[in-house]
C-alpha cells in the first residue's frame, strides 16, 4: 500500500512560480512511475506531467511543456512539480499518483495510487 500526501500548493498572480511535493509513506517508492495530474472546476481530470523510476525519462501534457518540471528524490521518497511562468489557467487541483508499471504514461486509468490533492490558484 502507498500513501501519497501533497503539498505546497497556493495563491499566486499570473507569471509566479510554485514548486508542489508529494510525499510517499511506501518502501518501494522508487519501484514506481509518478505522475502529476490536475483537474479544474467543471473539466475532467488532466495529465500534467510523469516521470519514471530512475528519473531519467519524463513526459510533459503540451500545455505545460518548458513552464513546468517534474523530478523527484527517491532516498526521501518525494517526487516534485516545479511550476514557472504560471497562468491563471494553470488553476486547478493538482494531484500525484503512483503507477506500478516501468514505461511511463499519461492515461489517469494507468495508475494505482492517488494522493488527496493540493489546490492551485493563479490570479491574473
Known amino acids: 500500500q502507498v500513501q501519497l500526501v501533497e503539498s505546497g500548493g497556493g495563491l499566486v498572480q499570473a507569471g509566479g512560480s510554485l514548486r508542489l511535493s508529494c510525499a510517499s509513506s511506501?518502501?518501494?517508492?522508487?519501484?514506481?512511475?509518478m505522475g502529476w495530474f490536475r483537474q479544474a472546476p467543471g473539466k475532467e481530470r488532466e495529465f500534467v506531467a510523469v516521470i519514471n523510476w530512475s528519473g531519467g525519462h519524463t513526459y510533459y501534457a503540451n500545455s505545460v511543456k518548458g513552464r513546468f518540471t517534474i523530478s523527484r528524490d527517491n532516498a526521501k521518497n518525494t517526487v516534485y512539480l516545479q511550476m514557472n511562468s504560471l497562468k491563471p489557467e494553470d488553476t486547478a487541483v493538482y494531484y500525484c499518483a503512483a503507477g506500478a508499471r516501468e514505461s511511463v504514461v499519461s492515461s489517469s486509468s494507468r495508475y494505482d495510487y492517488w494522493g488527496q490533492g493540493t489546490q492551485v490558484t493563479v490570479s491574473s
Open positions: 511506501g518502501r518501494t517508492f522508487s519501484s514506481y512511475i
